[in-house]
């Protein structure tokens, strides 16, 4: 059974840090890329950031560019997303996903808000 756990999320100050962990499990996860995707509150999804499943090359949304860093762990099966210079428009419920047996999956998400 394919499983995404993700953790790490939470009450952060506008300009702080944060690191999101997925953990993953039920599947060969250095075979395939990565995807972190958000969802605000009264919004659709958006995507966040890509990386292949070697982690040598990596995606982002123009929105994250430039403060969202993703990176993996085949030998932990471990996603990461650290995220800095966070903004209130930031604020979601983030995910990590990946296209799998012909299906979308992904896990129960993990919230970040980012608010003085």
């Known amino acids: 059974e394919v499983q995404l756990v993700e953790s790490g999320g939470g009450l952060v100050q506008p300009g702080g840090s944060l690191r999101l962990s997925c953990a993953a499990s039920?599947?060969?996860?250095?075979?395939?890329?990565m995807n972190w995707v958000r969802q605000a509150p009264g919004k659709g999804p958006e995507w966040v950031s890509r990386?292949?499943?070697?982690?040598?090359?990596?995606y982002y949304a123009d929105s994250v560019k430039g403060r969202f860093t993703i990176s993996r762990d085949n030998a932990k099966y471990t996603l990461y997303l650290q995220m800095n210079s966070l903004k209130p428009e930031d604020t979601a419920v983030y995910y990590c996903?990946?296209?799998?047996?012909?299906?979308?999956?992904r896990g129960q998400g993990t919230q970040v808000t980012v608010s003085s």
């Open positions: 996903a990946s296209v799998l047996f012909g299906a979308t999956h």
């Open positions: 039920g599947f060969s996860f250095g075979s395939y890329d």
């Open positions: 990386i292949k499943s070697g982690g040598g090359s990596t």
